[in-house]
Nanobody, 121 residues
């Protein structure tokens, strides 16, 4: 079973930056994709950014040009660099991994525990 551990959240003023990290318990090179989601109070969880095993990257429109997702296969870690933060970016940020189950070959979603990001105005 894969485990994901996020770090790097915190409180920052509007316009500031944070970098989130997501460390996996095993090699991420075989993962179908890894990504970051966020959930604000009273709202549904939404995709922020995703990077596939082939290196394809996608972003939510609301973060394009401000956030950058990257991965370091040697460290089994995915990062989310967040710049020009806005109060509306305040949410719990969750790391996600899409992996293929060894026996069933089904696609599984694995989640981290989440890390709080708060942007003050």
């Amino acid at each position: 079973q894969v485990q994901l551990v996020e770090s790097g959240g915190g409180l920052v003023q509007a316009g500031g930056s944070l970098r989130l990290s997501c460390a996996a318990s095993r090699s991420i090179s075989s993962f179908v994709a890894m990504g970051w989601y966020r959930q604000a109070p009273g709202k549904q969880r939404e995709l922020v950014a995703q990077i596939t095993s082939g290196g394809s990257i996608s972003y939510a429109d609301s973060v394009k040009g401000r956030f950058t997702i990257s991965r370091d296969n040697a460290k089994n870690t995915v990062y989310l660099q967040m710049n020009s933060l806005k109060p509306e970016d305040t949410a719990v940020y969750y790391c996600n991994a899409q992996v293929v189950a060894t026996i069933t070959m089904s696609l599984l979603n694995v989640w981290g525990q989440g890390t709080q990001v708060t942007v003050s105005s």
